[in-house]
């Protein structure tokens, strides 16, 4: 109500959205808490193996849990300690839900400009060499909790009894949930915490090791220095560079940094490559980087690290003598595909490896079948702006008629709602299945869907689509998943 008599208002709507967003996410993860207590309860919880990639599910949790931090003044890092395993077998969602969980829980309990951080380490799984052991460290600095509650922490239901906790409570079922999923996934986790102190949970998962690990990406050497007041990141980004090839060194402040170069230019070593943090003791990295080439100009390649959009800065940072930019969390991927076009001279990639990094959605024409319209504005408005070109049906029966009216070839994905008056998704991806057109046996089709448990997914898969994407859409997951099947295509 309030939004609609305030139309005109830019900053009232935009407070007003947030909120609506930020009420609809709390009633869905409770909703979803609850859903998921009734399954574990009646035996029905079962959990989705499929490839992940670590470095994807830690940007995305990033990206969730940004706004969040931002609110509150808080400070997040994620740390990366040279995981030469990146891709493994497990359930995406549940890992994300894991990992969640604890953070939604650190963020509330712990207070305006708090601290926050997660390390990631891997070690030999006991399993064998076909697994890998994940090991994950969630701190806080928050409210901590007593040893009463927190020997009963996992049990449904149970809240702590303070005062300074019950502005924030929820339903008492989160870290039940967290419990529950990691021991279906024969993991383990442990919480260590003291009022006034904040809390440590360590969860380790053993996981199978799957797809091209990686392993052996190495770099021309080079020296490399990087720019950095946290010590920590800094520590493992030099671990991380060190197992690429290259010579590293760490700065701490500006005049550290500058006192390397210097050295470097009165020795006449080699020219190195400077990874700048994007805050550095609480100053924009473009102030830092304009004064970093005012006193020595373009004598070396000046790449911006960052868990912010590159091209929400690009224009800023080509102006201040930014050279490029790698995203945080520093993966050995990450920094791999970030330094390589500058440390390899006119290194010439390869047609099918860039195809295999990149899909280009320019004239990808998608068949979009959805009944409620909303839903459709919605899709529309996202993937458009990636160039993609959406074909609306209402329903099931519009989308077989629609797929099989076009000349072969012409639709390169179908996107599929499930519950849909005249003919459900399930039966049009079968219709379609059943065409006995060659593009009809091999077109990519994605379930769309709110039904997003175990037994709708293997449904989706038992009638031909190839995968599943849950509502309320997650862009980030739709884009990969058409990246993935577009590439197979291709």
Not at 26 to 52: Q, R, W
Request: with cysteine.
């Amino acid at each position: 109500v309030v939004a609609l008599n305030n139309l005109d208002d830019t900053m009232r709507m935009r407070a007003c959205l947030k909120k609506i967003s930020v009420s609809s996410r709390h009633l869905l993860g409770l909703i979803n808490d609850m859903l998921d207590m009734a399954k574990i309860e009646s035996g029905g919880f079962t959990l989705h193996m499929e490839p992940v990639s670590l470095c994807e599910v830690m940007e995305n949790i990033m990206t969730i849990i940004q706004p969040q931090i931002q609110e509150k003044g808080q400070q997040f890092h994620i740390y990366i300690d040279d995981i030469r395993h990146e891709n493994v077998c497990t359930d995406r969602v549940r890992l994300s839900q894991i990992l969640l969980n604890i953070l939604g829980n650190s963020i509330k309990f712990t207070s305006q400009n708090g601290s926050i951080r997660m390390l990631l380490s891997e070690e030999p799984s006991p399993k064998g060499s076909a697994y890998i052991r994940s090991c994950l460290h969630i701190q806080d600095n928050g409210i901590g909790m007593s040893p009463e509650f927190r020997s009963k922490i996992f049990e449904a239901f149970e809240r702590e009894d303070n005062m300074r906790v019950d502005k924030n409570a929820g339903a008492g079922m989160g870290m039940t949930i967290t419990k529950y999923i990691v021991d279906a996934m024969d993991g383990r986790i442990e919480v260590e915490s003291e009022p006034g102190r904040g809390s440590d949970f360590y969860i380790t998962l053993d996981m199978e090791i799957t797809g091209q690990q990686k392993a052996d990406l190495s770099l021309s050497q080079h020296s490399i220095l990087v720019v950095d007041d946290d010590r920590l990141l800094c520590e493992m980004a030099e671990h991380t560079l060190q197992s690429l090839g290259l010579h590293t060194q760490c700065a701490h402040d500006l005049e550290e940094a500058c006192q390397v170069l210097e050295k470097s230019r009165t020795q006449g070593t080699e020219t190195p490559v400077v990874l700048l943090d994007w805050n550095l003791c609480g100053t924009d990295g473009l102030a830092l980087a304009k004064e970093l080439r005012r006193r020595f100009g373009k004598e070396w390649i000046l790449l911006l690290l960052s868990d912010g959009e590159w091209e929400e800065l690009e224009e800023q940072a080509g102006k201040a003598g930014i050279d490029g930019f790698i995203a945080k969390p520093l993966f050995r991927s990450g920094l791999y595909n970030g330094l390589r076009p500058f440390l390899e001279e006119q290194a010439a990639v390869p047609k099918e490896e860039a195809e295999e990094d990149e899909v280009d959605f320019r004239g990808t024409r998608v068949l979009f079948a959805e009944d409620n319209e909303l839903n459709w504005e919605i899709g529309e408005s996202m993937l458009s702006e990636f160039g993609i070109e959406l074909d609306w049906a209402q329903n099931g029966k519009i989308c077989l008629e629609k797929f099989k009216a076009s000349k072969a070839g012409w639709y390169h994905i179908i996107l599929m709602d499930l519950r849909m008056p005249e003919m459900t998704g399930y039966e049009a991806a079968a219709a379609i299945r059943g065409l006995g057109r060659d593009d009809a046996a091999s077109i990519p089709i994605i379930a769309v869907s709110a039904d997003a448990f175990e037994d709708d997914v293997k449904k989706c898969l038992a009638c031909g689509m190839n995968a599943h994407a849950a509502k309320p859409y997650d862009m980030m997951e739709l884009i990969g998943l058409m990246n993935q099947y577009l590439r197979v295509e291709g």
